[in-house]
Nanobody, 127 residues
Framework: QLQLVESGGGWVQPGGSLTLSCEFS????????IAWYRQAPQKEREGVSC????????NYADSVRGRFTISRDMAKTTVYLQMNSLTPEDTGVYYC????????????????????WGQGTQVTVSS
């Protein structure tokens, strides 16, 4: 059973930065796409970014492209989301998700493909 644990959330002022981590265990995730989603209060959960199996490609929502960077460590047990130039609109609970997908291209548009989810970490951006 694959387990995912997020960390790194917190409070930050607008314009600040945070780095989220998603550590996974229980299965080898070489053939898994890993994604970050977020959910703001009273809003639908939305895809933020993903990284494909073997870290071949990445994908970003338009709202975060150029500000967020997803990466995977060489040991392949942790995925990071570096978030810069944060705005209050980035506030929400951030979830890490994994889905078996050997494709070199990932997407967050098909949420149902991600069968494993973490518990989430809160990110609050305010002054």
């Amino acid at each position: 059973q694959l387990q995912l644990v997020e960390s790194g959330g917190g409070w930050v002022q607008p314009g600040g930065s945070l780095t989220l981590s998603c550590e996974f265990s229980g299965l080898t995730v070489d053939y898994y796409a890993i994604a970050w989603y977020r959910q703001a209060p009273q809003k639908e959960r939305e895809g933020v970014s993903c990284i494909s199996a073997h870290a071949i490609t990445t994908n970003y929502a338009d709202s975060v492209r150029g500000r967020f960077t997803i990466s995977r460590d060489m040991a392949k047990t942790t995925v990071y989301l570096q978030m810069n130039s944060l705005t209050p609109e980035d506030t929400g609970v951030y979830y890490c998700a994994a889905g078996w997908d050997p494709s070199p291209i990932c997407t967050t548009a098909e949420k149902q493909k991600y069968h494993y989810w973490g518990q989430g970490t809160q990110v609050t951006v305010s002054s």
